[in-house]
């Protein structure tokens, strides 16, 4: 508290609740500096109509603010007010946000620590569900002096709030909650801090550049902005260890309709990019699969295969997938030891032809290579045993979209797949057509995008539109 001379209640009323697109209409502060109380409030002229639902709620009219001066005439004065104290509002990011872009309008930069006492309210009484002003004004008997829903009113009823605080919590408790709500994310130095409040907090994917450009780390959340935040904040363990953070010079981000699109774009920004921090990350993946190749006899025999051989995509009788060569075979090896399938017929041992393997002579192989059990019965053994590691073949005749629903930013978006490789995701039919388009004759598979696509489509979470193979037939 020490470090703010001032304190300094305000509400904003607005046009509109989108601080990019909407103004503000009225200022109301209570500053509080010491003993001393001072009450400032003013109509703000707009510039544009006030919507009639907005002038019915807060009682501004389109008559009262047309004589009021306009932002550019307060500014000045206002920010005077602001200085050195801390901005504490009722859902503090709104009237802040608000403020930040009405001056930013002027090319002024604001700065201040800001407390929400919303967040405040719901620290200090944690067992309570709702902290709305109507709801704290009740709870706490406030007195309303003047019409609720003006900013002066409304800046007074927090300043009332506080002084409750004061008086009923134990000031232990009190400063611990502020030092709490006020403790700031290290922004990264190099990293233009403005730009953290403008990242949504969407469901999307995020991307850190360093100095030169060099794509440091790519990640995903639902909430962008809650997680981008959380890697400032030292909650990542991953960003202390790497000392990433003071690396970070620029950050991108991309909103998604939901939680698919966001895990599919980061897989395949991963796959593309080969983010710095990524790659340390996961192992490089020699990434392969056993595939069940036919023999003339009927039966057929595992050949280890890579992604650069086999199209994982299309191609059936897969198992798998082992990030390198060693593990496939261990692998192999442990189930035929588990199942006592014979290491010479899989060829993880070379074998003369109808002689007893070495894993028969110490029983653990049932002596399909030596007459005592059939091939046929070895073969249909094996394929059991295998069951479990089985790939899932692409369930369609060609390439889909994969409907999802919008959460918060995007409202829709058609993610396009074929042969379980991600294509890119479009918000109209039309860039639905050019990504297939574009897209190679045979995209390269990837494992994550596999594993994500497998269990979107198992959890039956999106809706899946098959697509004909060519825009042509769509328009027929
Ligand atoms: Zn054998």
Same mark, same amino acid.
């Given at each position: 508290?020490?470090?703010?001379?001032?304190?300094?209640?305000?509400?904003?009323?607005?046009?509109?609740?989108?601080?990019?697109? $909407?103004?503000?209409?009225?200022?109301?502060?209570?500053?509080?500096?010491?003993?001393?109380?001072?009450?400032?409030?003013?109509?703000?002229?707009?510039?544009?109509?006030?919507?009639?639902?907005?002038?019915?709620?807060?009682?501004?009219?389109?008559?009262?603010? +047309?004589?009021?001066?306009?932002?550019?005439?307060?500014?000045?004065?206002?920010?005077?007010?602001?200085?050195?104290?801390?901005?504490?509002?009722?859902?503090?990011?709104?009237?802040?946000?608000?403020?930040?872009?009405?001056?930013?309008?002027?090319?002024?930069?604001?700065?201040?620590?800001?407390?929400?006492?919303?967040?405040?309210?719901?620290?200090?009484?944690?067992?309570?569900?709702?902290?709305?002003?109507?709801?704290?004004?009740?709870?706490? %008997?406030?007195?309303?002096?003047?019409?609720?829903?003006?900013?002066?009113?409304?800046?007074?009823?927090?300043?009332?709030? =506080?002084?409750?605080?004061?008086?009923?919590?134990?000031?232990?408790?009190?400063?611990?909650?502020?030092?709490?709500?006020?403790?700031?994310?290290?922004?990264?130095?190099?990293?233009?801090?403005?730009?953290?409040?403008?990242?949504?907090?969407?469901?999307?994917?995020?991307?850190?550049?360093?100095?030169?450009?060099?794509?440091?780390?790519?990640?995903?959340?639902?909430?962008?902005?809650?997680?981008?935040?959380?890697?400032?904040?030292?909650?990542?363990?991953?960003?202390?260890?790497?000392?990433?953070?003071?690396?970070?010079?620029?950050?991108?981000?991309?909103?998604?309709?939901?939680?698919?699109?966001?895990?599919?774009?980061?897989?395949?920004?991963?796959?593309?990019?080969?983010?710095?921090?990524?790659?340390?990350?996961?192992?490089?993946?020699?990434?392969?699969? =056993?595939?069940?190749?036919?023999?003339?006899?009927?039966?057929?025999?595992?050949?280890?295969?890579?992604?650069?051989?086999?199209?994982?995509?299309? %191609?059936?009788?897969?198992?798998?997938?082992?990030?390198?060569?060693?593990?496939?075979?261990?692998?192999?090896?442990?189930?035929?030891?588990?199942?006592?399938?014979?290491?010479?017929?899989?060829?993880?041992?070379?074998?003369?032809?109808?002689?007893?393997?070495?894993?028969?002579?110490?029983?653990?192989?049932?002596?399909?290579?030596?007459?005592?059990?059939?091939?046929?019965?070895?073969?249909?053994?094996?394929?059991?045993?295998? +069951?479990?590691?089985?790939?899932?073949?692409?369930?369609?005749?060609?390439?889909?979209?994969?409907?999802?629903?919008?959460?918060?930013?995007?409202?829709?978006?058609?993610?396009?797949?074929?042969? =379980?490789?991600?294509?890119?995701?479009?918000?109209?039919?039309?860039?639905? =057509?050019?990504?297939?388009?574009?897209?190679? %004759?045979?995209?390269?598979?990837?494992? $994550?995008?596999?594993?994500?696509?497998?269990?979107?489509?198992?959890?039956?979470?999106?809706?899946?539109?098959?697509?004909?193979?060519?825009?042509?037939?769509?328009?027929?």
């Amino acid at each position: 508290m020490a470090k703010h001379e001032k304190l300094i209640f305000i509400d904003l009323e607005t046009t509109g609740a989108n601080p990019i697109v $909407d103004r503000i209409t009225e200022i109301g502060i209570v500053e509080v500096q010491g003993d001393q109380v001072t009450r400032w409030s003013t109509l703000v002229n707009p510039e544009v109509p006030i919507p009639p639902f907005i002038q019915n709620l807060t009682g501004i009219s389109n008559a009262m603010v +047309a004589s009021a001066p306009v932002f550019a005439e307060l500014a000045e004065d206002l920010l005077e007010r602001l200085r050195g104290g801390l901005f504490i509002a009722h859902n503090a990011r709104f009237d802040y946000g608000f403020l930040r872009n009405a001056f930013k309008a002027m090319g002024v930069s604001l700065r201040a620590d800001v407390l929400c006492t919303v967040k405040l309210s719901r620290k200090l009484f944690p067992e309570e569900a709702k902290h709305n002003l109507d709801i704290l004004v009740q709870r706490h %008997a406030l007195k309303v002096e003047g019409d609720r829903h003006r900013a002066l009113a409304d800046a007074d009823l927090l300043w009332q709030l =506080w002084s409750k605080f004061r008086r009923d919590i134990a000031p232990e408790t009190f400063e611990q909650a502020l030092a709490q709500l006020l403790q700031r994310p290290s922004t990264p130095s190099h990293l233009d801090a403005d730009v953290l409040d403008e990242i949504p907090d969407t469901p999307g994917v995020y991307l850190f550049y360093g100095e030169n450009n060099a794509l440091l780390y790519v990640g995903k959340s639902v909430h962008l902005r809650q997680r981008v935040l959380s890697h400032f904040n030292g909650d990542h363990r991953l960003f202390q260890d790497m000392r990433m953070s003071q690396q970070i010079h620029r950050l991108e981000w991309r909103e998604t309709a939901g939680e698919l699109g966001a895990l599919l774009l980061e897989a395949q920004l991963i796959k593309d990019r080969q983010p710095i921090h990524n790659r340390a990350l996961r192992r490089q993946r020699d990434l392969c699969a =056993w595939q069940l190749r036919a023999q003339e006899d009927g039966t057929s025999q595992p050949v280890l295969v890579n992604a650069a051989e086999v199209d994982f995509g299309s %191609a059936e009788g897969l198992y798998g997938l082992f990030s390198s060569r060693k593990k496939a075979e261990n692998s192999l090896r442990e189930i035929a030891d588990t199942h006592e399938l014979c290491h010479a017929l899989l060829g993880l041992e070379k074998g003369q032809p109808g002689k007893p393997c070495f894993g028969h002579q110490l029983r653990r192989c049932r002596g399909a290579c030596c007459g005592k059990e059939s091939k046929l019965l070895h073969q249909a053994r094996l394929e059991a045993a295998l +069951a479990g590691l089985k790939l899932a073949t692409w369930p369609y005749p060609g390439a889909v979209a994969l409907i999802e629903k919008g959460a918060g930013g995007k409202t829709e978006e058609a993610h396009v797949v074929h042969n =379980w490789c991600y294509l890119g995701s479009a918000c109209a039919e039309s860039d639905v =057509w050019s990504l297939l388009e574009r897209s190679p %004759a045979r995209p390269a598979f990837d494992v $994550d995008t596999y594993k994500i696509l497998v269990r979107a489509l198992a959890k039956k979470q999106v809706k899946v539109r098959p697509l004909p193979s060519r825009p042509e037939q769509a328009a027929a």
